[in-house]
């Protein structure tokens, strides 16, 4: 299992299949092999890419901490320019969703002169949003608690069963839920130069505001997956093979 350091973080990647990179970014409570190996992303990319993915800061096999300054969206990002670094990748593509999907939109901010394209999904203005506090309490609660008795909050519990279930640290999940918000700023977005496709599934709850973000980022274009919930939009063949032939037409 290969890892490598970032600002002193020690984090776990996958690097697999030979030809133009793609970096894949997971979502919160996630990991790569979840996010990524599970539902077939691997595989297809790996026929024509070198793919390569990263379990974020405070998931998977990666580092963790209960310290909210852990894990702000910069550190998040820098991780995975680093992780090009690491691997002596010049430029690459890239596909993020939810968590990973903010961490990519930064990247291209941050470090757009690395990225030839991006695919992102179950991701919205919310990017550029902060929370409701009385959400986002209820959610760090819930991942904090020793008994979860009292409790009714059923995307909060939901989260937790979701991050155990994965080998995830509630507690770490915690702390980067508390991290500073939001993770860019809407303005910042129209300095993404890079090719852009954003794919949203219909029945995507968590989901608002697809357009609003598409309208934000120069050129790009949106996708749907018909009858797909925020939880399910990864497996669908068709984001996949939409991914593909995005990044077979991206610039080199």
């Keep these: 299992m290969p890892f490598f350091d970032s600002g002193s973080v020690t984090l776990h990647y996958l690097d697999q299949g030979a030809g133009p990179a793609v970096v894949l970014l997971h979502a919160m409570a996630s990991h790569l092999r979840h996010s990524w190996v599970d ?141 500073r918000r939001p993770d860019v700023e809407q303005s910042q977005l129209a300095a993404i130069r890079a090719p852009v496709l954003i794919a949203a599934g219909t029945r995507d709850a968590i989901v608002e505001g697809v357009e609003e973000l598409a309208a934000s980022i120069p050129g790009a274009r949106v996708i749907t997956l018909e009858g797909r919930t925020h939880l399910d939009a990864l497996a669908d063949p068709h984001f996949r093979r939409a991914a593909a032939g995005f990044f077979a037409s991206a610039p080199a």
């Design 39 to 179: 539902t077939g992303w691997v595989e297809t990319l790996c026929s024509a890419h070198r793919v390569v993915a990263m379990d974020c800061r405070g998931h998977g096999l990666s580092a963790k901490s209960e310290d909210p300054d852990f894990y702000t969206a910069d550190k998040m990002a820098d991780d995975a320019a680093r992780l090009l670094d690491h691997l002596s990748i010049r430029r690459a593509l890239v596909a993020g969703y939810s968590m990973g999907a903010c961490v990519a939109l930064n990247m291209a901010i941050r470090h757009g002169e690395r990225l030839r394209a991006m695919v992102i999904g179950g991701v919205s203005s919310r990017a550029y949003k902060v929370p409701p506090p009385q959400e986002l309490a209820r959610l760090v609660e819930i991942l904090r608690a020793e008994d979860l008795s009292s409790y009714t909050d059923k995307a909060a519990l939901f989260m937790r069963s979701l991050c155990l279930k994965n080998g995830n640290d509630p507690k770490a999940l915690a702390a980067f839920s508390l991290h």
